[in-house]
């Protein structure tokens, strides 16, 4: 896959991992940041390699948020752009895409996601940790809806994903005061599932996703899907779509497979057909 020198990419064992790779800038977002995010979930969606996704940073950070010094200079060179009366470099999709449309390829990869929170996750960071399905944080890890404290509202789906998560009023104090939480204070809240120690971080999270990725993809694939689609639906437009996907999982080999393992108590070998 051709990506940026800002983001690694590796798979093994039905298990891809995305790691942000600026620790210089501890992993702000930048443009490469953000489109490389959607290109990878695009590419991982169309692998059958690969079954289970892990997003995690390199160095001390997961993501600080948006890269402000690489805004304040595209603002600057607008500015002046617009001064000399020559036109600047946006173009439709720029203008028209939304701002944290990564978070959106996140949650819309029909694949399990896991964030393996190693520092700080803040802003559009944090944004990209609560699109992810599971999150499993180092005890260092720290969490921040910071944006109020910038001058900015919430954005890369975090008015949408935190209420959801933790509720309407905890969402609430947590962006209002723009603070800073620990890996504890999270997984209090139901923000992060699991919180381990620093060091064994990445191999309790690829543990846990090759624990994942041994079952059904068919069956995880339309997991992902119902639950996300419910977070929307009343219960009996939830209880046509379970049923919907219920009959695509009973037509698959791995269907046929789950009932045979078990009659013959063993493990199932699932091949995603």
């Known amino acids: 896959m051709d990506l940026p020198s800002e983001l690694l990419f590796e798979k093994q064992d039905g298990v891809a991992i995305l790691t942000l790779n600026r620790p210089e800038k501890f992993n702000a977002l930048n ?33 600080s ?14 500015a002046i752009l617009a001064a000399s009366g020559a ?60 944006w109020v404290k910038r001058g900015l509202v919430p954005d890369a789906g975090a008015s949408y994903f935190l209420p959801r998560i933790v509720g309407f009023a905890k969402a609430c104090e947590l962006i209002f005061k723009g603070h800073i939480i620990n890996a504890n204070e999270a997984a209090q809240m139901g923000m992060v599932n699991l919180v381990v120690p620093h060091d064994e971080l990445m191999a309790r999270t690829r543990e846990l996703a090759i624990q994942i990725a041994q079952n059904a993809p068919i069956a995880l694939e339309w997991a992902k899907k119902i639950l996300s689609m419910g977070l929307n639906n009343n219960l009996e437009s939830q209880l046509y779509l379970e049923s919907a996907a219920q009959r695509i999982c009973n037509q698959s080999e791995d269907f046929k497979e789950g009932i045979r393992s078990f009659m013959e108590k063993r493990p199932a070998v699932f091949k995603g057909k």
């Open 87 to 146: 036109e600047t470099a946006e173009t439709r999709r720029s203008i028209t895409e939304p701002i944290g449309h990564y978070s959106l390829a996140i949650r819309n990869l029909e694949k399990p996601v896991i964030a393996a929170v190693n520092g700080v996750a803040s802003g559009g960071g944090l944004g990209i940790v609560l699109a992810c399905d599971i999150r499993v944080a180092s005890e260092k890890a720290r969490f921040s809806a910071i």
């Open 31 to 63: 443009p490469n940041l953000r489109d490389g995010i959607g290109r990878v979930c695009r590419e991982v969606s169309r692998d059958d390699e690969v079954r289970v996704m892990i997003i995690t940073g390199a160095g001390k950070a997961f993501c």
């Open 65 to 78: 948020g948006a890269d402000l010094s690489t805004r304040l200079k595209d603002q600057a060179s607008g």
